[in-house]
């Protein structure tokens, strides 16, 4: 009798055990998922940003500056690192360039000081989620809680709230670039993708940035690739021969945005830029 009714319990609290069990699983493998980020090609973004604009979608989207002005805009992902950003810094200050800063909140949490020394330096700190996490892999319920957790942290280290922010590998859809758009955001994407993160050799690193560099570029490398650290003072030299100036995305963006006159005696129009944003919509464009 006490076996039947212990078989009865097993029988009746086993199944549910299960089913409590389940979405724990799940979302434990979603998240695992959801971290191992892969950069979306040039061609993916473009693709994906010219379905949107067919479609009458017009989120605040950064791809790059007035293809007609000598600009360029480093974008370093993935910091701070206590070891890799210190010197990243020094480099920056050394070669008297101001760059981009997009960071993951829960290092930046770990290490305000670093953050606290990028703006203190000139530079442009973004949100690049709390945990680095593909933006489309997650519930669309934590989207906006991953954005606005990072940009929570960001604002209590420099007393102001970021208003740049890249999705983790460039991977967004529409809930993720409404949720952006939403908390205030435009959304960076780039132009050049050297592949540094795959730490494929100095010269291999150094040559396709010098061969996708061109005018309002947007520059996508990481903080924390010693290849990366080792190129760059070379990169810019040559750069800067070429008559290139490097600033930070905000000045992209105004840049990229100030009037110029077609024809003398015409109306100011605007570049021809990748972007889809509109002059006075941009929170950086006042
Ligand atoms: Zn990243």
């Not at 409590?20 to 434990?28: H, N, Q, Y």
């Not at 973004?45 to 600009?71: D, I, S, W």
């Not at 009037?259 to 021809?272: N, T």
Request: proline residues 7%.
């Amino acid at each position: 009798m006490r076996k039947i009714f212990a078989v009865l319990v097993i029988s009746l609290l086993l199944p549910l055990c299960l089913r409590a069990a389940a979405p724990a699983l799940t979302e434990a493998v979603v998240w695992a998922q959801a971290l191992e980020t892969v950069a979306r090609s040039l061609s993916e973004l473009t693709t994906q940003h010219e379905a949107e604009l067919a479609r009458g979608l017009a989120y605040h989207k950064f791809f790059h500056g007035n293809p007609r002005h000598k600009l360029l805009a480093l974008t370093f992902d993935d910091g701070p690192h206590p070891r890799f950003t210190p010197r990243l810094l020094a480099l920056l200050r050394e070669q008297h360039v101001k760059a981009t800063f997009f960071v993951v909140g829960e290092m930046a949490a770990r290490h305000p000081e670093l953050i606290k020394a990028e703006i203190a330096d000139g530079h442009n700190v973004g949100n690049h989620t709390y945990h680095h996490v593909n933006l489309t892999k997650i519930p669309t319920a934590q989207v906006g809680t991953e954005i606005v957790a990072c940009g929570k942290t960001l604002e209590a280290i420099t007393g102001k709230a970021p208003h740049l922010f890249r999705p983790p590998g460039g991977d967004y859809n529409r809930g993720v670039a409404e949720a952006a758009e939403a908390a205030g955001y435009t959304t960076v994407l780039w132009s050049d993708d050297p592949g540094d993160y795959a730490s494929p050799g100095n010269a291999v690193i150094e040559s396709r940035m010098e061969a996708q560099a061109s005018n309002g570029g947007v520059i996508l490398i990481h903080d924390g690739i010693e290849q990366t650290l080792q190129v760059l003072p070379y990169f810019i030299a040559t750069m800067r021969a070429r008559g290139y100036t490097f600033v930070t995305v905000d000045a992209l963006i105004a840049d990229a945005h100030r009037p110029c006159p077609k024809k003398a005696g015409s109306p100011l129009v605007h570049h021809g830029v990748l972007s889809n944003l509109q002059p006075g919509k941009d929170p950086t464009h006042r």
